[in-house]
């Protein structure tokens, strides 16, 4: 048997030594935000659109041409809560990019905080987490969730911390936590009352609590989960799973860990390989048992999710990250002294840097590409109307893959519609997720604007999305005093001049064409 002499902790020490990696591991994981204008985070325009709304409407106090107040009593604004103090002080791309870079910082060091009080030592260990935080949801722009996410380590730390108070105090805030969560995000609140139950379970099997402080435990989440109940959630009811089940599956945790970046995802599954062979062959690593049942609840939750439910897709691939992630922080680590060791530590810090750099030159790329399709939108007419369509190519090689995504431009429209003169169809205010409401006489172009297929690329597809168009447009435009003007913005058309002649092009660029159904 090994002796634990020959063991070592140069993935722990003192808390300085772990305190200051952890702050260079901080540097380098907000080091994409810092290298770019834009964040270029699928959905980040469309929330950072609804923030300037927002402000507008509940700061300023301006009023909008398109949208209402609604209600904050939902499950999913940790964003617009906390973007509207931000922007008091900076303006909403700003506020995005403050908001991104606090959450994957938050994330990381929360890992840290819960794996000390998991196993009872400061440990690097958790900072691994450094090469999972660009992942498909973080860089799909899941705000609220990602946010979230990153409180649910902090939130289990306090909890295990609480298992020795007396059982009122530990019911109180284990409630409170539940509910700070749930108004964060549904998904994240349900990550952290697993784990949570999962930690009660341990402990009644371990007779560390009593069955009635297991039943006070389990009561905990009724307070969330009955006001959860109260609130407006609207009516979409869509559930759909995707055929082939435990394939998809499998893929599915594949397709989460990946961050947009085919270089970047290359250095993380060569950092994840060194870390797997430190700990296998070089390291006695044993699992806090108290984490063994809210993992396998979670494992569960991502084999019961349906890829969409209502109106969200990609339901299922937010769990694989919340797994690894919780996974890292049960982990209690000895690494045994050596050359290897050495070197697979070296091999893991090499990863991150690599992973990190590629997003932050990637994303720099995208600039110039983005500027230009804002440039040709901010100089449309206070009071148009902005209707998108946006070609997904098949891709034939990994590579084609990757740039069939580069730059993620779906809501670049959003970037135009800070100063809220112009309506932008597919910026979201849907009931029951978001608290604003679209005003009545521009939610048929909304609706019209979420029946289009999510990839057109046919001149003969793009056309009857224009004629559909025109069609809402004489219908609006007889109904009002004075119709808007309105125009089609084609995403990454697979040829130029789509539609003409069909329709007048204003304007074109790399990946994008903008054309005017309805002049002013």
């Not at 091999?347 to 690599?354: H, K, R």
């Amino acid at each position: 048997m090994m002796s634990a002499s020959r063991f070592q902790r140069p993935v722990s020490g003192p808390r300085g030594r772990v305190f200051l990696a952890a702050g260079v591991a901080s540097v380098l994981v907000v080091l994409p935000i810092l290298a770019a204008r834009h964040l270029p985070l699928l959905d980040a325009p469309a929330h950072e659109a609804r923030l300037a709304v927002l402000r507008d409407l509940l700061i300023a106090g301006n009023g909008s041409p398109f949208y209402a107040p609604g209600s904050f009593l939902l499950p999913n604004i940790a964003f617009d809560a906390i973007g509207l103090g931000l922007v008091r002080f900076v303006g909403p791309e700003t506020a995005g990019r403050m908001f991104f870079g606090l959450t994957l910082v938050l994330t990381l060091w929360g890992i840290l905080a819960l794996n000390r009080v998991a196993t009872g030592r400061w440990s690097l260990v958790p900072l691994v987490s450094a090469l999972l935080l660009y992942n498909l949801i973080s860089t799909l722009g899941f705000f609220s969730y990602a946010f979230g996410l990153a409180l649910v380590p902090w939130a289990l730390a306090a909890r295990l911390r609480l298992e020795r108070s007396p059982p009122l105090a530990g019911f109180l805030l284990g409630a409170a936590f539940g509910v700070i969560l749930l108004f964060c995000h549904a998904f994240a609140f349900g990550v952290y009352a697993a784990v949570s139950a999962g930690f009660g379970l341990a402990a009644l099997v371990g007779r560390r609590i009593s069955f009635a402080g297991a039943l006070a435990r389990a009561l905990e989440i009724v307070l969330p989960m009955g006001l959860f109940l109260v609130m407006s959630m609207g009516s979409e009811g869509q559930v759909h799973y995707l055929p082939h089940f435990f394939q998809v599956k499998l893929v599915g945790v594949i397709e989460s860990i990946t961050c947009g970046s085919m270089t970047g995802d290359i250095a993380l599954v060569a950092g994840v390989m060194a870390f797997v062979l430190l700990a296998a062959a070089r390291s006695r690593v044993r699992l806090a048992p108290a984490f063994a049942p809210g993992l396998a609840a979670l494992f569960a939750l991502y084999l019961a999710l349906p890829f969409e439910l209502g109106s969200a897709a990609n339901v299922d691939k937010r769990m694989p990250i919340a797994i690894a992630l919780v996974a890292l922080a049960s982990l209690d680590v000895h690494i045994r002294r050596g050359a290897a060791s050495f070197w697979l530590t070296g091999l893991v810090v090499a990863a991150l840097l690599v992973k990190q750099g590629a997003l932050a030159v990637l994303w720099r790329t995208f600039d110039p590409v983005i500027d230009a399709a804002v440039a040709s939108l901010e100089v449309l007419p206070a009071g148009s109307v902005i209707m998108r369509s946006e070609c997904h190519p098949e891709a034939s090689t990994i590579l084609s893959l990757y740039r069939k995504w580069q730059p993620p431009m779906t809501h670049v429209a959003a970037l135009a519609s800070f100063d809220d003169t112009r309506f932008v169809a597919s910026n979201w205010a849907i009931p029951g997720q978001q608290p604003i409401t679209i005003k009545p006489p521009y939610q048929d172009y909304n609706r019209l604007q979420a029946a289009f297929k999510s990839s057109t690329c046919t001149a003969d597809e793009y056309r009857a999305q224009l004629a559909s168009i025109r069609i809402l447009a004489e219908t609006e435009g007889a109904a009002a005093t004075e119709a808007p003007p309105l125009y089609f913005f084609l995403i990454r058309p697979p040829a130029p001049n789509m539609l003409v002649p069909d329709a007048d092009l204003v304007s074109a660029g790399r990946d994008f064409e903008l054309y005017a159904v309805r002049k002013p």
